[in-house]
T-cell receptor
Framework: QQQVKQSPQSLIVQKGGISIINCAYE??????FPWYQQFPGKGPALLIA?????SEKKEGRFTISFNKSAKQFSLHIMDSQPGDSATYFC?????????FGTGTRLTVIP | KAGVTQTPRYLIKTRGQQVTLSCSPI?????VSWYQQTPGQGLQFLFE???????NKGNFPGRFSGRQFSNSRSEMNVSTLELGDSALYLC?????????????FGPGTRLTVT
């Protein structure tokens, strides 16, 4: 059973636009929700993370929105840039292991 | 501070052989987790080690094993390789599994089984 469902699978956005990626999780015991960015040939890099006691966290152009009752969270990338083109993974879990979404390939068109 | 390092970066093995991959965590990090990444299955958790003890294990067969040394360096071993084991193997380290959740990934080892 997929613990974390991520959509869309791929996303194309114009430069300057807003990129939105959504995730849903099953286990209400999860208490850590990070987003990772992965470029080809590289390992995933931690982008931003949120705990369930807050509904939103913003770091620069990246914002996580969290809806505990709906068991959903999303990543918003404001003013998307070509350099943001990468694969984005959401994850959910606890201290000892993370369950990852299947990834979203983002392409930002200049 | 140096990041997570993994060796080798690329590996080609034949079905039936065994392989050992190595991971050196960020200095001061004591928890090391291993993941398998494939196009079809995405990132899947293999196991996590802390202070030389396996604390958590994913849903992989016993052919996949690991260990951690006193300096927190970790190795994972896959025996009797199958074609389906071809994947990018990633390790991630964190300061402490209980107190800090942030995991930092290495570049991975690309394993190809022929």
């Amino acid at each position: 059973q997929q613990q974390v469902k991520q959509s869309p699978q791929s996303l194309i956005v114009q430069k300057g636009g807003i990129s939105i990626i959504n995730c849903a999780y099953e286990n209400t015991a999860f208490d850590y929700f990070p987003w990772y960015q992965q470029f080809p040939g590289k390992g995933p890099a931690l982008l931003i993370a949120i705990r369930p006691d807050v509904s939103e966290k913003k770091e620069g152009r990246f914002t996580i929105s969290f809806n505990k009752s709906a068991k959903q969270f999303s990543l918003h990338i404001m003013d998307s840039q070509p350099g943001d083109s990468a694969t984005y993974f959401c994850a959910a879990g606890g201290a000892n292991n993370l369950f990852f979404g299947t990834g979203t390939r983002l392409t930002v068109i200049p | 501070k140096a990041g997570v390092t993994q060796t080798p970066r690329y590996l080609i093995k034949t079905r039936g052989q065994q392989v050992t991959l190595s991971c050196s965590p960020i200095s001061g990090h004591r928890s090391v987790s291993w993941y398998q990444q494939t196009p079809g299955q995405g990132l899947q958790f293999l196991f996590e080690y802390f202070s030389e003890t396996q604390r958590n294990k994913g849903n992989f067969p016993g052919r996949f094993s690991g260990r951690q040394f006193s300096n927190s360096r970790s190795e994972m071993n896959v025996s009797t390789l199958e074609l389906g084991d071809s994947a990018l193997y990633l390790c991630a380290s964190s300061y402490s599994g209980w107190e800090a959740y942030e995991q930092y990934f290495g570049p991975g080892t690309r394993l190809t089984v022929t």
